[in-house]
């Protein structure tokens, strides 16, 4: 088991800074979110930033761009934006040997967005990227994301979800993001276990992605670990 260390803390810092400050505190590996300043423009600047981290102490994981990118937005234009920033992530990882690649599947931003048909979006999309992936071979990790009313998934749709690509993708489950939607975690984890490849600790109050240090909210630890 490897314990990654998640750069979201420090999004908008000076990228070479903190992760000296990371691996300084035993961070030997790091989950890069590739949002902020520092990510900006990756896609042009990949070489420069793959000599960069190559030069730490670390092994990587790498998080897609998150804000700003949906999968399953209601404009087809941003959907396409997406993809092929996604797409342009898995080249990233592949040349840097990350150990995965994070994909958040989608969000629905309003009351009145049909799900079902954001679920439809999200399927098709991580499809293409399968497709994309079989030249780079990097594992691709689907992350429950949102709140109840932002996620696309309840818990049995996302099990179902995982389950539907037969092994094409793993899961990353957030522990925080499930208890905000009121999943009850031990089962989930048991019928996730054939594809549970990561997960993301952290702790809420059930009412808000406060990330708070485990223990300080309402996660039910004992029964998660």
């Not at 969000?107 to 497709?131: H, S, V």
């Not at 996730?192 to 996660?219: E, F, R, W």
Request: with cysteine; glycine share 6%; proline share 4%.
């Amino acid at each position: 088991m490897r314990v990654y260390y998640s750069t979201l803390c420090k999004i908008g810092s000076d990228l070479s800074k903190y992760l000296d400050e990371m691996i300084q505190y035993g961070g030997d590996a790091i989950e890069l979110m590739m949002d902020g300043p520092e990510w900006n423009e990756f896609q042009d600047r990949g070489q420069e930033l793959i000599e960069l981290l190559s030069e730490k102490t670390a092994n990587y994981s790498i998080h897609t761009p998150s804000w700003d990118m949906n999968l399953t937005s209601e404009n087809v234009r941003a959907r396409n934006a997406a993809l092929d920033s996604y797409r342009d992530s898995i080249v990233f990882a592949s040349k840097l040997h990350a150990s995965h690649v994070v994909i958040h599947p989608g969000f629905c931003y309003a009351p009145t967005f049909d799900k079902t048909a954001a679920r439809e979006r999200a399927g098709q999309a991580i499809d293409l990227l399968c497709r994309f992936n079989q030249e780079y071979r990097v594992p691709l990790l689907v992350e429950n994301v949102g709140s109840c009313a932002t996620s696309i998934f309840s818990q049995d749709e996302y099990i179902r979800f995982i389950e539907s690509f037969a092994g094409q993708i793993g899961c990353l489950l957030d522990v925080g993001h499930a208890h905000m939607c009121g999943w009850d975690l031990p089962k989930t984890i048991a019928q996730l276990k054939p594809y549970l490849c990561a997960v993301h600790l952290h702790d809420n109050h059930g009412d808000a992605d406060s990330h708070l240090p485990i223990g300080c909210g309402t996660v039910p630890w004992k029964s998660v670990f």
